[in-house]
C-alpha cells in the first residue's frame, strides 16, 4: 500500500481526499490518499515522513504552498515562477515541488470556458496565491495584457514586477482597488477573473462581490476561482448583466488530475473526480 495525502491548516474543506480516491480507486490503485493537517510548526516534521517510501508524495494548499520551498530538493519552472508549490512527488527520498495550478487554471478556461486567452485582454480581482499562477498561466498563453486590482496595492506591483521578466508578449499592470481602476481596466476587458476570497464559503464575506457589479459587460467572460458555493455572488450579478460565468471546479479537478497523473503515470479519469467532487459540495455520501 502507498500513501498521498493535501497538506495544508486547518483544512476542514479540501475536496481533494475525496475526489483523488475516487479517481485512485477507479484505476484500482493501492494508493490510500489522506488529509494530512498540519500547523505552520509541524510542516517540517510532516515533509519528513512524506520522504518515506509508501509516500507518494503530496498536494499542498493554504496556508503552506510557499512556506514548503525551502524544505525541499527541487523545484520545477513552473512553481519557480509562480513561487509557489501545490504538488510534491517523493523521488526516493528526494522532494520534487511542481505547480499543477497554472495547467488547472488554463485547462479550465479553455475547456469549460471556451475561451482562449491568446491576445485577449485581462482583469484579474487579488494578487495571492491564486492571482500568482492564474497571471503566470495567462503569460505562458500569450494574453495581450493583464492588469492586477488589489486591495494591498504594494501586493499587486510585487506580484506584476516579479513575474515581468516572463512575460514576452503580454503587457502587464497594477492598479489599486478603487472605482475609477475598475472603471480603466474593465472599459476593455475579455475577461475577468476573481481571485479574491470575497463570496467564498467560510470567509466571513460570503455575500461580497469583489468588484462593482455596474462595470459588468456581456462581452465578457467572468471566471470565479472559488468552487464553495459552486456559484457565488460575483457568478450570480455577471449571469444577470449577460457574461458568461465559470466557477473554480473545474481548474480545482483539473489541478488535481495534473497531480494524480505526475504520481502515477496514469491518465487521470477526470469525469469520476466531477462526479466525486459535485457529490461532496452538494453534500451526498
Ligand atoms: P490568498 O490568501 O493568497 O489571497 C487572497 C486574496 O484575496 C488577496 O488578494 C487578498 O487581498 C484578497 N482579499 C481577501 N479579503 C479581502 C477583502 N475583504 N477585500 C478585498 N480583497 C480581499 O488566497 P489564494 O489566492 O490562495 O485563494 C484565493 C481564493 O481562490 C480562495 O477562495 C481559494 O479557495 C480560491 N482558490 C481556488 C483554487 C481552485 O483550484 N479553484 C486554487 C487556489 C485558490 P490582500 O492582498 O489585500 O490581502
Sequence with gaps: MKYLGVIGHP??????????????????????????????????????????????????????????????????????NVGAVNTIINREGRLHGCNTDVIGFLRALREDGAFDPTRKRV??????????????????AGAGSVSVIN???????????????????TKLDAFPEMYASWGAALGSCDLLVNCTSLGSTGSGREKEVPVPVDLIRSTMLVYDVIYRPAETPLMKAARKRGAEVLGGLPMLVYQGAASLEMWTGQPAPVDVMFEAANRALKGKP
Design 123 to 140: 482583469v484579474i480581482a487579488g494578487a495571492g496565491g491564486a492571482a500568482r499562477a492564474a497571471v503566470v498561466g495567462l503569460v505562458e
Design 11 to 80: 483544512q476542514i474543506q479540501s475536496l481533494s481526499p475525496i475526489f483523488q480516491q475516487a479517481a485512485l480507486d477507479y484505476l484500482r490503485l493501492d494508493i490510500i490518499y489522506e488529509a494530512w493537517p498540519t500547523p505552520e510548526d509541524g510542516l517540517a516534521t510532516r515533509l519528513r515522513g512524506t520522504r518515506s517510501t509508501s509516500v507518494l508524495g503530496a498536494n499542498v494548499t493554504i496556508p503552506h504552498k510557499q512556506a514548503v520551498i525551502p524544505l525541499l530538493d527541487g523545484l520545477d519552472e513552473t512553481s519557480r
Design 151 to 169: 486591495r494591498t496595492y504594494a501586493r499587486a506591483t510585487r506580484l506584476i514586477e516579479e513575474i515581468l521578466p516572463l512575460a514576452e508578449n
